[in-house]
């Protein structure tokens, strides 16, 4: 998974824990399991690691429910920021937890409240 949204990548790493919107159905089939995340960063490529905990179609109350962890202040932007980035409108939304990297001494997904 990339980010490359400043929103997202600090919701991502101050909070670690995002909720994005995606196209593909690839992140419906890995709930549960850890992923290489890719954020583009001050010019920089950062390496992380992260743990799918939802994925699934993109509805109203998930949207109000997940909005707080998309780094974005309202629904409406959210969708703007992903549509505008992707070229199309968002079907899915998946819902990540930064796991341990011994670089940066975050913790681990199962323990993120």
């Known amino acids: 998974m990339k980010i490359t949204h400043?929103?997202?990548?600090?919701?991502?790493l101050d909070k670690g824990i995002l909720a994005t919107l995606r196209n593909s159905k690839t992140y419906l089939k890995k709930v549960g399991q850890v992923i290489n995340v890719m954020i583009r960063h001050q010019n920089k490529n950062i390496g992380e690691k992260a743990k799918i905990i939802y994925a699934g179609e993109i509805f109203d109350f998930l949207l109000r429910r997940n909005v707080a962890h998309s780094g974005?202040?309202?629904i409406a932007e959210w969708i703007?920021?992903?549509t505008r980035a992707s070229g199309r409108k968002p079907k899915y939304i998946v819902v990540?937890?930064?796991?341990n990297n011994p670089l940066t001494g975050w913790f681990d997904a199962d323990k993120v409240g």
């Open 6 to 12: 400043p929103k997202q990548i600090n919701q991502f």
């Open 72 to 74: 974005f202040k309202d």
């Open 80 to 82: 703007r920021e992903e």
């Open 96 to 99: 990540i937890k930064r796991i």
